[in-house]
């Protein structure tokens, strides 16, 4: 179940891509994968969250965004992500010139690289979701 989701999610970021992406500067392409990345490894990083949460009764992680709430779903997070990043996308593709789309992508990678950082300094590490996150148990 956990490879499909991560899938469904990679394969969302990339089948949003259509050809237009090859009208892109090299530098606003990687900008964009980066970004995309840092959003796979935020829903990685939930993952282990929302694994906490289900085998530990004292857990001690909640999440802070309020859009999804304390207690998310896997489901509830993947589907979220794949929506707002096909937006994002066409908003970048289909309403930005050159100059405006590298500044929103900066934007959107320093503003994404924010949560990565804080939940590993929390101790939300990224993990490989074949295994349980470390060793959290019911």
Partial sequence: M??????????????????????????????????????????????????????????PYRETNFIVGSYPKKGEIVLIKIA?????????????NERERRFTLGALNAVSIYPVIRNESIGLGFYIPILPYKSFRK
Avoid: H
């Avoid at 989701?5 to 892109?24: K, M, N, P, Q, R």
């Avoid at 707002?84 to 930005?96: E, G, P």
């Fill in 2 to 59: 956990k490879w499909l989701i991560t899938f469904l999610l990679f394969l969302s970021a990339s089948g949003s891509c259509y050809a237009s992406i090859d009208d892109w500067s090299t530098k606003d392409q990687r900008l964009y994968i980066s970004f995309v990345t840092l959003q796979a490894i935020d829903v990685l990083q939930t993952f282990a969250l929302i694994e906490c949460q289900e085998r530990n009764p004292y857990c």
């Fill in 84 to 96: 707002s990043n096909f937006l994002i996308y066409k908003m970048l593709d289909k309403r930005m």
